[in-house]
């Protein structure tokens, strides 16, 4: 009924369709709005999926603040509080964020993830023109007493980051990226970003003073690939560019 349904590209409305051996079914997300701050992507008995918004937080403060998080919304709107945070993805950030449901699926998953089992990218517009067409960002990066991250030469302070990086496409005053982390540290890729000299668009952390042209930090999570650890199968999120990017010329296809 809510035209979600394709057989072969094509959208199909019955549902006593028949299908053929090699036929490809897809599903859209739904756009009925159930949260506020995120759309749902996948729920099973393991695992949630979520598309969080720019501005939400994925878990509460550590100051006891009592501001909208989207681990509480969930813990709310499921009416348990055995789901759980596997990684988070910072408040101005948006995009493909997972939850364990249980302790038992949080181990597992926390174990796949400090194992970088899981395949992520994210999508970026930063500022300037980078002029490799692809590469590696390489550093140790430290947090200091007011949170924010830096990188330091010190072989012995920090942690190992790495993030692989492709350029989509160069305008004027910016470039358009696309990451693979191969560590997910905090504030990885807004801290290398700035590193490179070109800092994420709208950072106001890490980046150029009055250069916020749509009010958000042009950083999206944009898949998550990963293999189910109950039922082996391979799990494959997506989350498509926010609107946003497209008027700063993100090209909303690549």
């Avoid at 709005?33 to 393991?46: H, I, W």
């Avoid at 499921?78 to 948006?94: A, K, L």
């Avoid at 924010?148 to 470039?175: A, C, Q, W």
């Amino acid at each position: 009924k809510s035209k979600r349904v394709s057989v072969d590209g094509t959208v199909e409305v019955k549902a006593n369709t028949l299908l053929h051996e090699g036929q490809e079914v897809s599903v859209g997300k739904s756009t009925r709005k159930l949260f506020s701050g995120f759309d749902l992507l996948y729920r099973d008995e393991d695992l949630i999926v979520i598309d969080k918004a720019t501005g939400l937080l994925s878990v509460p403060l550590d100051n006891g603040n009592e501001e909208a998080n989207a681990l509480e919304i969930l813990r709310t709107h499921f009416r348990t509080n055995d789901i759980f945070p596997v990684h988070r993805i910072d408040r101005g950030t948006s995009g493909v964020l997972i939850f364990a449901k249980g302790k038992r699926c949080n181990r597992q998953l926390a174990k796949m993830f400090r194992q970088h089992d899981f395949q992520r990218e994210y999508i970026a517009i930063v500022t300037g023109k980078i002029k490799e067409d692809s590469g590696t960002w390489s550093s140790r990066l430290v947090e200091n007493e007011n949170f924010t991250v830096y990188s330091t030469n010190k072989p012995d302070e920090g942690r190992l980051s790495i993030t692989h990086f492709t350029v989509l496409k160069r305008s004027p005053k910016f470039s358009y990226l696309k990451f693979c982390l191969e560590t997910g540290r905090k504030h990885q890729i807004r801290v290398q970003a700035k590193d490179a000299g070109s800092p994420i668009v709208g950072d106001r952390r890490y980046g150029l003073k009055g250069c916020d042209p749509i009010s958000r930090m042009c950083l999206h999570a944009s898949s998550l690939v990963f293999t189910h650890p109950h039922t082996g199968k391979e799990m494959r999120f997506t989350a498509s560019p926010p609107k946003g990017f497209g008027r700063l010329g993100f090209p909303l296809k690549f």
